[in-house]
């Protein structure tokens, strides 16, 4: 699909809740996803303080000022926060429903469903506790209301497979304006090297626009 980088001389919607969401119109976004049992309370709570140590020690108030830091220092930020957060959603923790060929394939079909239709899709897995996407929503699309239907349909369907009820997701999924053609090829190689990152040789789905070009039940 065609690809626009973030332009910082263009306007930015920002809003918060606990993580930082920013849209530019006509942008591809890295999405993750990850269900409410991926990562236990306190390990999430430790990774949150050491998080806010390293931005207090540098000055930086909130995340809209990351981008005041240096390459080096944004690099490290994300070596050490982002990234480990991602480690963490790859040890398998939680029920891991995903991972279940018949779970799994409902959230791929809504993936696909709107592709073309409301948004456009670059690649894409299904893990066993979480999922990434590199998608382009529609021009009258908004990037949350995309996340929200993929989350709630899923949720209701697969609350009816296994007879289970109350949060099956995570409140909140992470988003990242996709920065350069660079950044593009980071995202979507680790995408596709995300289930032998995790050693996974089941329970996934990997995928690039409507195709699935792996699936390993």
């Known amino acids: 699909m065609a690809f626009t980088p ?35 309370a306190s390990v999430r709570k430790t990774w949150v303080t050491q998080r806010k140590a390293w931005l207090s020690q540098r000055g930086v108030k909130s995340d809209k000022d990351l981008e005041k830091l240096p ?5 490290e930020f994300h070596r050490k926060f982002t990234a480990k957060f991602h480690d963490l959603l790859d040890a398998g923790q ?32 299904v893990m066993p506790n979480h999922f990434h996407v590199l998608v382009e929503p529609g021009e009258s699309e908004s990037l949350g209301h995309i996340v929200k239907q993929w989350k709630g349909a899923s949720a209701r369907l697969i609350h009816q497979m296994i007879g289970s009820s109350g949060s099956f997701w995570q ?28 050693r996974l040789s089941r329970g996934y789905t990997v995928g690039m626009g409507n195709v699935v070009t792996d699936f390993s039940p």
């Not at 409140?171 to 950044?183: G, K, L, P, T």
């Open 71 to 75: 390459e080096e220092e944004r690099n």
């Open 171 to 198: 409140a909140e999924a992470f988003d990242h304006i996709v920065r350069s053609e660079r950044q593009l090829m980071h995202f979507r190689r680790y995408i596709a090297e995300n289930p032998k990152k995790a």
């Open 6 to 40: 973030y332009d910082p001389n263009e306007p930015v919607k920002r809003h918060r809740l606990r993580l930082p969401h920013w849209q530019q119109r006509d942008r591809t976004y890295f999405i993750t996803s990850r269900l409410a049992d991926s990562v236990p």
């Open 94 to 125: 939680g029920a891991c429903w995903l991972a279940k060929p018949e779970i799994g394939k409902v959230l791929a079909d809504l993936l696909i469903e709107g592709h073309g239709k409301r948004y456009l899709l670059d690649a894409w897995v």
